[in-house]
């Protein structure tokens, strides 16, 4: 497989690479997520931000402050959810990024469940991950 990951948004506007392994794949069932989405949960792997490259559509990434601490990033054109990264200085060189939006196969090992006290109430998790 390829070390580097190609992405883009659902209309093409956007595309990007990840040039170094992503971390910390998660499966975010908070309400914010959640609704972000339209889905019953939202799957992110983790990067540095020093290693996604916008190839084309820079201008056409919005932002909304979903609350004091997070940023989540979509296309103007599409609604595509991208990225989503917090201010927190812990998480200051990271960034995630939205693994339905990359088109490249990977592995996504340690995968875990998050926020699953707010999960919405018509989903039953069941594959085994590790739940918080």
């Given at each position: 497989m390829s070390?580097?990951?190609?992405?883009?948004?659902?209309?093409?506007?956007?595309?990007?690479?990840?040039?170094?392994?992503?971390?910390?794949?998660?499966?975010?069932?908070?309400?914010?997520?959640?609704?972000?989405?339209?889905?019953?949960?939202?799957?992110?792997?983790?990067?540095?931000?020093?290693?996604l490259y916008i190839l084309s559509g820079n201008e056409r990434i919005k932002a909304y402050a979903s609350s004091e601490s997070v940023r989540r990033e979509f296309c103007a054109d599409c609604g595509t959810s991208l990225f989503w990264s917090s201010n927190t200085p812990d998480l200051a060189d990271w960034i995630s990024v939205a693994l339905g939006t990359i088109d490249t196969p990977f592995a996504a090992p340690g995968q875990r469940h998050l926020h699953v006290a707010s999960k919405a109430s018509w989903y039953e998790i069941e594959d085994g991950l590790p739940q918080e």
């Open positions: 070390t580097v990951l190609e992405g883009r948004c659902l209309c093409g506007a956007i595309r990007f690479e990840i040039r170094a392994p992503m971390v910390k794949f998660s499966h975010c069932h908070c309400t914010q997520c959640r609704k972000g989405h339209g889905a019953a949960f939202a799957s992110y792997g983790r990067t540095k931000r020093k290693d």
